[in-house]
């Protein structure tokens, strides 16, 4: 599938949880959480429905966002490339909280933690690790 993106949809969007008022500030602020295959039909900032969710965070707003791979391009500071050389690039943060919150199971934190890091888990371990990040992700404050 090939994501279209509305760039007036996403710039409004990105503006309205950052700090910067202009496209050319606001779009700096931002820097990637991870990338992740959703199960069902998820949504980009501008509003395209999309199944490879790329988070971006923005640490002066808190704030979480949801954008599909065409539009992670429009930000200067982040890049596919840099998240797939590093891999699994979901920080240990996340998972400890969500399992300090009740979110995820003892059981699934330490089965997150054991293959944490890992370039290419099992097709096994593959499901039930995107089943682990679904409850993680569903868990954090992500608009
Ligand atoms: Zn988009």
Known sequence: MKEISDMTKLKSSVIESSESNRWIDAK???????QYKSESLDHCACGHAIKNVVYIY????DVH????????????TIS?????????ATPLYYID???DNGVITTWEYN??????????????????????????FKGLNIK
């Open 28 to 34: 700096e602020e931002w820097t990637i959480v991870c």
């Open 58 to 61: 923005n640490s002066l707003t």
């Open 111 to 136: 089965f997150i933690r054991s293959i944490w890091g890992f370039k290419k888990p099992s097709p096994k371990q593959n499901v039930i690790k995107i089943k682990i990040y679904n409850k993680i």
């Open 80 to 88: 596919l490339k840099g998240i797939k050389a590093n891999g699994d």
């Open 97 to 99: 909280e969500s399992h």
């Open 65 to 76: 966002l949801k954008v599909g791979t065409t539009c992670v391009n429009k930000f200067k």
